[in-house]
């Protein structure tokens, strides 16, 4: 069996289902491409069709991929237009903000369609649910840099519809029947519940690990694994498969089962496995590989774990070609593919201790798609070796404690025995919270993953390092060609990743955060940001913009003022990163959720001047001692520096509009950009002031179908009138505008810039 030409064919097949899939960035795809002609080359004795086949394989998978997604959209087009859907439970549901989330499917037609639904209320598994079915929407793409492309992420779940329904929008029908789902989703709960009796504290670590049940933890403590680079402990993956993969193997080797035996109680066993913690594609994974695996022992087939790998992807991606946009299934496999072609080549040429070589190679393979996390850190793969010890003894426990929940002497016993390993995981965390996000930031080397130029050259290195690992096998005796070069271009790797590149010049971001505000000012790799949107965008949108650009601190945070669509994401921000000092308007003071932070606090009013980082800045509003309404009380700033006007107004409105004609007229000292006030409200509309400052370019950050109706058609036909081109977060997505000797270079992320 040629294991490189079944992982070629997998690369093949899963570059092909990536191009149609329609990914924001080529980067898994180049990734992909050079994993597979990597294999070729090692490959001796490869026919010369063979690049042919690669490329036949690739557009195998495009259209394949492309006949799911036609026949599975044109499915969601008929259930959206069906007045009555019936839909069945399928996953436990979980407690958010907006209710409790839980992942449906379709019944009759519609069976192979699954809908992701917030209802206000729990809905036992198995439950059928009658609802209007106008009430689904399909999720919209990202719309800035570093966000969640939630379409293609629900799509690698096989979630095509999502939706909201109020309690007097559907009815709840009793299950016809219980599925072997259902009753493990049921038997699930009860095991939770007693749990929490037992051992309060560790219980929701142990869920977390066991089956990927992450209700339980707070978001301090998501925050706190987040930075530390270990939240992938707490989600089900292959990891906590391998773990009781290896409580399976112990087993038949205890009993004495070999061949067919073996086989039969892994397979059973980690199909029980896969049930428990809710099928995910990393799961899937992990078992198939598994059965694979034992089955090559079986018949002494050599290089298993690569046969392994190619088999089982090449299976997922035929059930499921959008299985390549989920995370865990490309963490799985670049993971494993790290262990499989990086780590033997490390293993001969450093002499370090396996598990780290082993912890590393799995790592750096990863790094391409580590953005979806928003973060890497080598801190984070140095714990994850610390931590696998752990979860080998915690992973397995949790299924045993699982299997005897109902055992009334022995549960109570073993449930405090399980504490131990759990408490292991949860002090650091804890530890690590309690210290802060600034000294956590600093030694935990967050890395920037979003840069594609800097990706590719990363991986173009590595492709160069093995395929160079051939030809000096022919070349040296046992192939040594210096084990110390292979260190110090590890350590430069690393280290060329972990030192951001930022533009020339200043870069304006208007960051689409819905319907609020939030502008990033970087200069010279430092950062200012003017507002942090509304509740839920410090952690959807301006978190993930500030890591994706590398930045590890806010230096300079202004709050226009105290409305929820300005400050509403601030606390996310706080805890997740150091701030080195805020500005307000004077007369409002800080947010109330802000009263107790360790930070500078500086209040501004009309006529105030400031430097930061080399740009001059200017309070323009509000005047001293003035408190009125909080918008007509916003901090309004004007830049006249760095090549470029900027004026940021706020949600000023009423008769404070006056001040922003105080400013020097417009195009002195550069091109000007104006954020419209209040979101394009009319009441923001002052032609006598507005005249006066004739900008070059304005921006409208505005929410895509607000109930305000912003930006109002009066304040678009004014600007149209005077030939002034307006851009907007709602239609366009982020906007950045860039100033430079002058110039001024305008990008959008949705829509072309007009």
Not at 189 to 196: C, D, E, P, V, Y
Request: proline share 7%; with cysteine; glycine share 12%.
């Amino acid at each position: 069996m040629n294991t490189g030409m079944l992982f070629a064919g997998f690369t093949a097949l899963a570059t092909g289902c990536l191009l149609r899939a329609g990914q924001n960035s080529l980067l898994p795809v180049f990734f992909l491409v050079a994993a597979a002609l990597i294999l070729l080359w090692r490959i001796r004795g490869t026919p010369d069709l063979t690049p042919v086949v690669f490329l036949l394989v690739v557009c195998m998978g495009w259209g394949y991929a492309g006949f799911t997604e036609a026949r599975m959209e044109a499915l969601a087009r008929e259930a959206m237009e069906e007045e009555v859907l019936i839909l069945e439970v399928r996953t436990a549901p979980r407690e958010t903000a907006r209710g409790y989330q839980g992942d449906f499917r379709g019944t009759g037609r519609f069976r192979s369609l699954r809908v992701r639904l917030q209802t206000p209320e729990p809905l036992e598994p198995d439950t059928r649910v009658r609802l209007d079915g106008t009430l689904l929407m399909i999720p919209d793409p990202a719309r800035g840099l570093g966000q969640a492309d939630w379409r293609n992420i629900l799509r690698g779940e096989g979630i095509w519809l999502q939706g909201f329904v109020s309690r007097n929008q559907y009815e709840a029908l009793p299950a016809v029947r219980r599925s072997l789902s259902g009753a493990v989703l049921v038997a699930r709960s009860r095991f939770a519940t007693k749990l929490k009796m037992e051992i309060p504290r560790e219980a929701p670590v142990v869920l977390a690990a066991v089956f990927g049940d992450k209700s339980g933890l707070d978001d301090e403590f998501l925050d706190s694994t987040s930075l530390l680079g270990i939240r992938h402990l707490f989600a089900v993956s292959g990891m906590h498969a391998g773990a009781f993969a290896l409580l399976l193997v112990l087993l038949c080797a205890g009993f004495g089962i070999t061949g067919r035996g073996r086989l039969a109680v892994t397979g059973a066993g980690m199909a029980g496995f896969c049930l428990l913690s809710g099928m995910t594609p990393s799961v899937i994974r992990a078992g198939l590989m598994l059965l694979i695996h034992q089955y090559c022992e079986y018949h002494r087939i050599e290089k298993s774990m690569g046969a392994a790998l190619g088999i089982s992807g090449l299976i997922m991606l035929l059930v499921n070609p959008f299985y390549v946009l989920s995370a865990g299934f490309l963490l799985s496999y670049s993971a494993v593919s790290g262990l499989a072609f990086v780590y033997p080549l490390l293993k001969r040429r450093l002499p370090l201790p396996e598990p780290l070589l082993a912890g590393f190679s799995a790592w750096v393979m990863g790094l391409p798609f580590q953005e979806v996390f928003g973060r890497s850190s080598p801190a984070g793969m140095v714990l994850s070796v610390l931590f696998a010890p752990v979860l080998l003894v915690l992973v397995p426990a949790g299924v045993v404690l699982f299997l005897l929940a109902e055992v009334p002497v022995l549960f109570p016993v073993l449930a405090r025995g399980i504490a131990l390993p759990a408490r292991l995981i949860t002090w650091p965390v804890e530890m690590a919270g309690q210290h802060g996000t600034g000294i956590l930031n600093a030694i935990m080397l967050p890395l920037p993953v979003t840069d594609p130029a800097r990706k590719m050259l990363f991986f173009g290195i590595w492709t160069l390092v093995l395929g160079l690992d051939r030809k000096a096998e022919q070349m040296r005796p046992k192939g040594r060609y210096g084990g110390g070069f292979l260190a110090v271009l590890c350590l430069l790797q690393v280290l060329f990743i972990a030192v951001p590149v930022h533009p020339r010049g200043v870069l304006v971001a208007f960051l689409d955060v819905g319907q609020g505000d939030c502008v990033a000012v970087v200069h010279r790799g430092r950062v200012m940001l003017v507002d942090a949107g509304t509740m839920g965008a410090g952690e959807r949108a301006v978190l993930p913009w500030l890591r994706a650009m590398g930045l590890r601190k806010v230096d300079l945070m202004v709050v226009s003022h105290n409305h929820e669509d300005h400050v509403g994401g601030l606390i996310p921000v706080l805890r997740q990163m150091p701030v080195d000092s805020v500005l307000v308007a004077s007369g409002s003071g800080p947010p109330q959720d802000m009263e107790g932070e360790a930070m500078k606090v500086l209040a501004l009013h009309r006529g105030r001047q400031f430097v930061w980082n080399g740009l001059k800045f200017r309070a323009v509003s509000p005047e001293r001692g003035f408190s009125g309404e909080p918008n007509e009380n916003s901090l309004a700033l004007y830049m006249e520096s760095g090549g470029m006007e900027l004026l940021l107004t706020g949600d000023l409105e009423g008769p404070q509009l006056k001040n922003l004609g105080q400013i020097p007229e417009a195009g002195v000292t550069g091109p000007m950009i104006l954020k419209a006030p209040h979101h394009g409200s009319r009441y923001s509309l002052d032609p006598a002031v507005l005249d006066r400052i004739r900008p070059d370019l304005v921006v409208i950050s505005a929410g895509p179908g607000n109930r305000y109706g912003h930006p109002h058609p009066e304040v678009l036909d004014y600007w149209q009138d005077r030939g002034v081109p307006v851009l907007r977060t709602d239609r366009q997505g982020e906007i950045r505008v860039r100033g430079f000797r002058g110039k001024l270079k305008v990008s959008t992320w949705l829509e072309p810039a007009v």
